[in-house]
């Protein structure tokens, strides 16, 4: 049964770099057949794609956060890994990572991240 | 990049009731849109995909239609466990994007 898992700080500084992990089981994020990704959502809003990527190495960003956001892998251990550079409070929200064809078929469970000094 | 509009915001129903929300996309998406339900604390859930089929275990009163920029979600007989805010996502190109989504609430 697939089950993804988000792990890391549930508390960042302002300007500081936001960094969470997604574990994957169950399947692998070398699957030709899906793409894997992250989502977030600000405590009372709605969902905000933020990247997905392709185990062949496409990557693609939200162009609102290109320029702040990094989406790795690690195919040895089946994760994947979100950086967000300089945060404020305004990246402040509920992170899910999740796998993507027909949608995401496929969420963890969310990991709470809030932006405070 | 493509724009998602759900209507309406929110939605009061009674149990029974046949619901419609409308997602609208800004430009033509063929038949490449979800339909996600979220219950307050947990991560959504996946009910529709590619506009009109029905996620494996999603009961049948849940169905989609549409194609190009015009969508609906339609609850034939809205129960108890259905009150929920439901989103939309296109999927045709990158960046993907969700509908603002729509709360149905009890009436």
């Known amino acids: 049964q697939l089950q993804l898992q988000e792990s890391g700080p549930g508390l960042v500084k302002p300007s500081e770099t936001l960094s969470l992990t997604c574990t994957v089981s169950g399947d692998s994020i070398s699957s030709s057949s899906y793409y894997w990704g992250w989502i977030r959502q600000p405590p009372g809003k709605g969902l905000e794609w933020i990247g997905n990527?392709?185990?062949?190495?496409?990557?693609y960003y939200n162009p609102s956060l290109k320029s702040r956001v990094t989406i790795s892998v690690d195919t040895s251990n089946n994760q994947f890994s979100l950086k967000v550079r300089s945060v404020t409070a305004a990246d402040t929200a509920v992170y899910y990572c999740g796998r993507h064809s027909k949608g995401f078929d496929s969420w963890g469970q969310g990991t709470l991240v809030t932006v405070s000094s | 990049d493509i724009q998602m509009t759900q209507s309406p915001s929110t939605l009061s129903a009674s149990v029974g009731d046949r619901v419609t929300i409308t997602c609208r996309a800004s430009e033509r998406i063929s038949s490449w849109l979800a339909w996600y339900q979220q219950k307050p604390g947990k991560a959504p859930k996946l009910l529709i995909f590619k506009a009109s089929n029905l996620e494996a275990g999603v009961p049948s009163r849940f169905s989609g239609s549409g194609s190009g920029t015009e969508f609906t979600l339609t609850i034939s007989s809205l129960q108890p466990d259905d009150f929920a805010t439901y989103y939309c996502q296109q999927y045709n190109s990158y960046p993907l994007a969700f509908g603002g989504g729509t709360k149905v609430e009890i009436q």
């Open positions: 990527f392709y185990y062949r190495g496409s990557t």
